[in-house]
């Protein structure tokens, strides 16, 4: 089989050549399709619960995306509200409002919002709360000190410390956030009030995502490709020869890609990564045939010849750690988050697609050089200082592992201890926002608004009455009925009856109003039965309508309250805040009046009035219409999963303790939510994927070495360093978040490839000499130096990384660099010690 | 009281002239006066149960009904309105009185049951929502005429097609709206209202007229919230007009105690 794949090569090349250019060509024309994807949300599939009920509690609430414009302003002593800057927010407004794509209704601004005040003695006024930007300074502290009275905006709307207001701008569509956010900063860069204005929000936070994520793969990819052409020009001293593996690494990673794209996949942050993943990946197995072929090439010999047998030597090794290197990539499909389950999927393709074209195709490129290039490569190589530092570097270190063997594997082992007490102090975290560098503006505007205001980060605590309770009225309903049986004889009530039964959702204010027409035809005989059913129905209803409940609504305040003491969220805000401010206005005005009516009607009769004002829909992001369901918007300074978990204990201590009715089932929805839910789910899903990897690589150790200890033997140098780094995370604290996690299994998959090459070597070298040093001598020249020159194109392959705009790519870039430089070494001294003080493996 | 209702037959007479002249020869004053009379001031009283459907962009539903009585104290001028919720249940027995003037603010008294509560409203702005539905406190007691410039733009064979403006002093968010009066009630058909950008965004048209006492009188209305979707449907029945309501019961001293003999069906 292989025999036939590598004659095929060195007889076809340019057909190869050819198959090769237009399958890339033909696939990579898909690319410009692509589809950016930087949506958090969608780091759970789209039917995942938690995701599916926080959009439901989205369009129920009719909780929009959001961009945030901040104003602020420190100079003046009456903070923002002085004439120049709150004539600046009015200029603002307008503009912002006039920008198609702006729900105008929902927008909240000190120009749109309305207020509820006294008017003297018995009377109650409900106004705009600025509409008229004020001519003096007096009129702008009046509108601060009307502002102060309205919990709902205070901390949300404006800062506490009158320093800063905001503008929420909700969007129909969150894909057209970069427009409207442009027009928006057109429009702030056109005032000269001097206020610092901040823009941020998450649609703003996903475009700038979107577009630094192009930046990354318009000039990390390329500059890691450029870097690895470097490399491998330098190690082997040859331009030409260096073409090679830049092919197949260019080949791969445009295939790979346009297959993605061309499936319709969108491109998220996880995808972003692939084509610079696949670049020195791709061309590590082409490293080994130009060092083995460079080794064993000697002027005169048959080029066909050599590098058929160098093929034929490496095709298994090659073979096998493609494989496993995919399975390691393959194992993330076993997380349950979309976007790392097709990355794992099209790296494992590509490393795939990388060992094909590096069978077919570098062997027929090499067959192809003429032997003044061969020649001269091979007198530069073998004449340079540099080429025979890294032999000297590597022969001293296969020296010292072996003569140090025991104390090097006591040290090992002791780093193992400690590193696997490190994991236990793992601190598992994560915030998107973060994903953005400190200084980027995203950052800076999300700092200012955070010190100013009570928090930028939602969550939503929903509490809603149980389906059973909702429907209970319709048992009252029928048994009713059943004692009164000479109402079915009236055709009228008989009809209402059986329409309202059909109707599955009729909730009970729909058919009111028939069974009342039902009452107005009705015999007089039957009207004392009907009356009492109407009644029965209505108390019904008051009993649905939760949220009007001054006992609910006062449990709610206790839960506020009792959050707001905790000093884990920012603010919280409810429809019992809206409630106490009515009730207040409609009294006296007076703080003691700062309370939830005594009477559900007096809670009803409120809500009617604050549905009298300019802005009634503001009330349906709180409670749903039929006050069955409703919210408790909790604003955080922090979007950390830390916080927002303990946020999380504090409500379920709160609820044990003063336990919810029965009738009432609680929920969270909201981003800040969401997120620590996916990850928690990555890091559960992690867990799975790295022990599938290790099963599924060790099995495949077994079978390719055909022996369960050096199965065992090729999973020790990965199991130390992943344990090291890892244990490394713990004790110097640096969060577990969503980069970390996706690399476990991966480095596993990367990481065996040394330890099969090696073993592999020495093994085959122990059968050839039956000589212990001699074996590890002649693994500390080409093999050693293949190895460490592989690991060194995968470690300098990824550092452009570090170079990239976001922090988890930064991430990447550094800790897989770590991984791979760690490994190498420890493969290099573990198993030479480990062979050292059990000496009989070998003979095996 | 006498007085008033020769008042209102002879205004009654003037409208039969009216329309019994060519068309075409109505000015737009007199269009708008003719509409703004047959909308808001038929009979020297009536009285009305309305049942009012609020319905969000989602669907959800909200219900309302209440008892209106409404008299006029002068023809084309001050009038006396009174709205008693009975439902929903929660809101049952919650008063809204309005003393509507033509040369200043509005008297306005709201009773509060549940809360135990007289108050008095504050002049101000009258395109605030209706207890939450659709309409606007305006589109319920009449928006003035003198409040906008108005415009015979065209006709059809039923309709006046008028354009307003509001003047300039005008604090509202429309930029202007356009009616179709119906040529033969004078009822304004369809009214719809614009935007800065010249965008429809709201939408007021009558579902349903009935000639009932004489008066066209609408006993279906809707108002649509073009943008979102909303909507209100209103539904009137049981109407009455001429009823001889005495003028104290619009007084703030009936709120607490609402006069149940007008206010039955």
Known sequence: MKEKVIHFSLNHPKSIYWLMLLLTLGISAMIPMIQIDTDPENMLSSDQADRVFHNKVKHQFQLHDMIVVGAVNTQHEQGIFNVKSLAAIDELTKNIVAIDGVITADLMSLSTIDNIEQAGVGTVKFEWMMAQPPTTEEQALAIRQKVERLPLMMGTLVAEDNKATAIYVPIKDKNESYRISQDIQQHIDQLDSGDQYYMTGLPVAEDTFGFEMFVQMGISAPLAGAFIFALVWWFFRSFVMALAPMAVAMATVLMTMGLLIGSGFTVHIMSSMIAIFLMPIAVVDSVHIISEFADRFKPGADVRKVIAEVVGHLFTPMLYTSITSSVGFFSLMLTPIPPVQIFGAFVGLGILLAFAWTIVYVPAYISRMSDEQLIAMQKRLHGTQSGSRMHRILKATGLFATARAKPLLVIFTGVFAISVWGITHIQINDNPVRWFKSDHKIRVADQALNTHFSGTYDAFLTFSLRAEAKERWLTSMNNFVGSHTDLLNNPLFAEWLATTKEQKDSTIENVLPGLEDVLDGAPEHLQPALESLLELLEKESSEQRLFTQPEWLNYLAGLQLSLQNSGYVGKSNSVVDLVKTVNRELRDGSAQNFVVPERQAGVAQALLQFQSSHRPQDLWHLVTPDYSQGVVWLQLKSGDNQDMSQVMAHVDAYIAKHPLPDTIAMKWAGKTYINLIWQQQMVAGMADSLISAFVVVFIMMVVLFRSLIFGFLAMLPLSITITFIYGLIGWIGKDYDMPIAVLSALTLGLSVDFAIHFLERARSLYRQTQSFSATINAMFTEPATAITRNAIVIAIGFTPLLLAPLVPYITVGIFLATIMAVSALVTLVALPAVLTVFKSILAR | ?265
Not at chain 2, 1 to 24: E, N
Not at chain 2, 143 to 159: A, F, I, K, V
Not at chain 2, 194 to 220: L, M, P, S, W
């Open chain 2, 1 to 265: 009281m006498l007085k008033r209702f020769f008042d209102g037959q002879k205004w009654l007479l003037c409208l039969l002239l009216v329309q019994s002249i060519a068309h075409a020869e109505l000015t737009v004053e007199q269009i708008i006066e003719a509409a703004n009379a047959a909308s808001y001031y038929p009979g020297d009283d009536a009285r009305a149960e309305a049942r009012m459907k609020i319905v969000d962009a989602q669907g959800r539903k909200q219900m309302r009904q209440f008892m209106m009585l409404r008299q006029d104290v002068e023809e084309q001028g001050a009038q006396n309105f009174m709205v008693v919720f009975s439902r929903p249940a929660d809101v049952k027995g919650t008063v809204l009185l309005v003393n509507k003037h033509i040369d200043k603010d509005d008297d306005r008294w709201l009773y509060l049951p549940g809360l135990d509560l007289v108050k008095r409203i504050a002049a101000g702005d009258k395109r605030t929502s209706f207890v939450g539905s659709h309409f606007f406190y305006e589109d319920v007691s009449g928006r003035l005429p003198s409040y906008d410039h108005h415009q015979l733009t065209g006709n059809d064979e039923q309709h006046y097609i008028l354009r307003s403006e509001p003047k300039a002093d005008q604090q509202v968010a429309f930029a202007h709206y356009v009616s179709k009066i119906n040529k033969q009630t004078m009822l304004p058909d369809e009214v719809v209202y614009f935007n800065d950008k010249g965008k429809a965004y709201r939408k007021v048209e009558i579902v349903q007229t009935k000639n009932i006492d004489g008066f066209n009188t609408v006993t279906a209305a809707k108002v649509s919230d073009l943008i979102s979707g909303a909507y209100t449907q209103i539904q009137f029945r049981h109407i009455k007009y001429n009823l001889e309501i005495p003028s104290t019961i619009f007084s703030e001293r009936s709120l607490r105690n609402p006069p149940a003999k007008w206010l039955k069906r």
